[in-house]
């Protein structure tokens, strides 16, 4: 049975509804992620942008409740296979969700994976824990991984630790963990800063490969527009723990409706003469926002209007979706 109040969809494998994200000060909470809602389908490759400090990263820690003891949530997260909310689950329920159903690839590598084990019986363990095999099987699917991500020589390289490993193939052997079990969920934050450009192309072109030959859903997490570029089917641009735009990839980077993606557009080097254009300022901190739209004191398009009222995120036609009281005038 489906939870009370749960929403069904054929199409959607996660959504999430009026997402709070809290982190605990010393006298109140303070709201660094605020009405959150979105959903990623099935075999779908979502992408969600926006400079550091915006909330991207405690959203996809939301999804399998990994946030620290002093951030609370709010809200409802449905993983539809469940049929269950996420926020709701048991932590044995959580246990068989986290690396089966739903894996995670962390920024950064070198810090995810434990140094003292070697990189086979780190993937194995996935293995024994959630697919039931034995020691030799495991050894066996791990190397087959291995091979999967194009490590070479899988079978001599997963007797190595993490620090012999350079940082593309700790970034290899991550994707490894997390597709180990043929989760339904990937979620993959920052999984190239870290590189250089030949590489993170590499990086990027494995993952579409393994997306689509599993058929899995992908959260791809980046402050880079040029990483979702050639990557994802829909984007949802993050401002200020809000979303601010979100349309399907071709139609936002055709006819961006928000300034803040105008400005993020306007900032990647192009094949041109045409001077780069920075966004002036920078991100406020939670705590001092500014009164109505969260973006007000950075946009050049602002009117009075603008410093009233915080815009609701409002559907402009086609399915994209502006938090901009000037949406409509952005439409070619």
């Avoid at 820690?61 to 003891?69: A, E, F, G, T, V």
């Avoid at 709010?74 to 996420?86: A, D, M, Q, R, V």
């Avoid at 058929?215 to 809000?242: C, E, K, N, P, W």
């Amino acid at each position: 049975m489906a939870e009370k109040n749960s929403p069904s969809s054929d199409e959607h494998l996660l959504t999430i509804e009026d997402l709070n994200i809290y982190l605990k000060g010393k006298s109140s909470f303070l709201n660094i992620v605020e009405g959150l809602s979105l959903n990623i389908n099935y075999s779908e490759v979502f992408g969600l942008v926006g400079e550091s400090g915006c909330g991207k990263s405690l959203t996809a820690l939301s999804i399998l409740r990994l946030l620290p003891p002093n951030i609370t949530t709010e809200g409802s997260i449905y993983f539809h296979p469940l049929k269950k909310n996420i926020l709701s689950l048991s932590d044995d329920e959580l246990l068989d969700l986290r690396g089966k159903e739903i894996s995670m690839i962390f920024q950064e590598p070198m810090t995810s994976l434990n140094p003292v084990f070697t990189i086979g019986y780190q993937i194995e363990e996935v293995l024994r824990l959630h697919e039931g095999l034995s020691k030799k099987q495991a050894h066996q699917r791990a190397v087959e991984l291995l091979e999967a991500v194009k490590i070479p020589m899988a079978g001599k390289r997963i007797n190595d630790y993490p620090h012999q490993l350079s940082g593309g193939m700790r970034q290899r052997v991550m994707i490894a963990m997390a597709i180990a079990c043929r989760p339904k969920l990937l979620i993959a934050d920052e999984p190239t800063t870290a590189l250089d450009v030949t590489v993170q192309a590499e990086i990027l072109q494995m993952l579409l490969e393994i997306q689509k030959s599993h058929r899995m859903s992908v959260l791809l997490i980046t402050h880079d527009l040029a990483v979702v570029a050639q990557t994802a089917h829909r984007i949802a641009v993050m401002y200020a723990g809000r979303i601010v735009e979100l349309a399907r990839k071709d139609e936002l980077f055709k006819n961006p409706r928000h300034p803040y993606t105008l400005g993020l557009l306007n900032s990647i080097p192009k094949e041109t003469s045409k001077k780069l254009e920075p966004i002036p300022g920078v991100v406020p901190s939670p705590g001092e926002l500014p009164e109505g739209c969260k973006f007000v004191t950075r946009c050049k398009y602002r009117i009075k209007d603008c410093h009233k009222k915080e815009p609701q995120l409002i559907d402009t036609g086609d399915n994209h979706y502006s938090r901009c009281l000037r949406a409509n005038e952005f439409i070619n």
